[in-house]
């Protein structure tokens, strides 16, 4: 219940083409979505985040659109460039214990074709 | 970074052999994470820490065990490395407990057991 599920495992898209990448969850007291990117050898870093009372969060060339009755979310990233290339990952924050908790997707590695 | 530095980056070790990796941090967070990151899985956590000497298990904590004795720093033990245990592991900080988007991860720690 704590897991998020996300597709696809990997994409190709042309340069200024959109790519989408999209996650499901269960567990009705995930309160937080962020998403992350992470290039390789390092570690992921904040791309964008939403909260589940907004449909739709806008930071420059990417988008999450946050389906809360169907329990979806996904990232659209416009205007798609080569150094978008990365592994991004969708996640979801709950409270446990006595701390604020982090599930993470599987991962979509996205390849950006010039 | 973020004021997160983990070592060792790279490690090569044998089965059965006891390791320690270390995450230092410089920004005075309350709230410090193991994750380990596996092809297909993820960021998984292993266990977390909500203060000095205040710890608590995470998703996959089977096989480690973590310390805090100063606020800068949190320690992840191996007791007894297996083969499973081969990983890149990333230490995060968090001022907040993952509310809103204070969590930052450090550059991964890459774990080898032969």
């Known amino acids: 219940q704590q897991q998020v599920k996300q597709s696809p495992q990997s994409l190709i898209v042309q340069k200024g083409g959109i790519s989408i990448i999209n996650c499901a969850y269960e567990?009705?007291?995930?309160?937080?979505f962020p998403w992350y990117q992470q290039f390789p050898g390092k570690g992921p870093a904040l791309l964008i985040a939403?909260?589940?009372?907004?449909s739709e969060k806008k930071e420059g060339r990417f988008t999450i659109s946050f389906n809360k009755s169907a329990k979806q979310f996904s990232l659209h990233i416009m205007d798609s460039q080569p150094g978008d290339s990365a592994t991004y990952f969708c996640?979801?924050?709950?409270?446990?214990?006595?701390?604020?908790?982090?599930?993470f997707g599987s991962g979509t590695q996205l390849t950006v074709l010039p | 970074d973020a004021g997160i530095t983990q070592s060792p980056r790279h490690k090569v070790t044998e089965t059965g052999t006891p390791v320690t990796l270390r995450c230092h941090q410089t920004?005075?967070?309350?709230?410090m994470y193991w994750y380990r990151q596996d092809p297909g899985h993820g960021l998984r956590l292993i266990h977390y820490?909500?203060?000095?000497?205040?710890?608590d298990k995470g998703e996959v904590s089977d096989g480690y065990s973590v310390s805090r004795s100063k606020t800068e720093d949190f320690l992840l033990t191996l007791e007894s490395a297996t083969s499973s245990q081969t990983s890149v592991y990333f230490c995060?900080?968090?001022?907040?407990?993952?509310?809103?988007?204070?969590?930052?991860f450090g550059e991964g720690s890459w774990l080898t057991v032969v």
């Open positions: 920004e005075n967070h309350r709230y």
């Open positions: 939403i909260r589940p009372d907004v």
């Open positions: 567990n009705t007291a995930f309160d937080y």
């Open positions: 996640a979801a924050t709950w409270r446990s214990g006595s701390a604020r908790q982090l599930t």
């Open positions: 820490s909500y203060g000095v000497k205040d710890t």
């Open positions: 995060a900080i968090s001022e907040r407990g993952l509310r809103g988007n204070t969590i930052y």
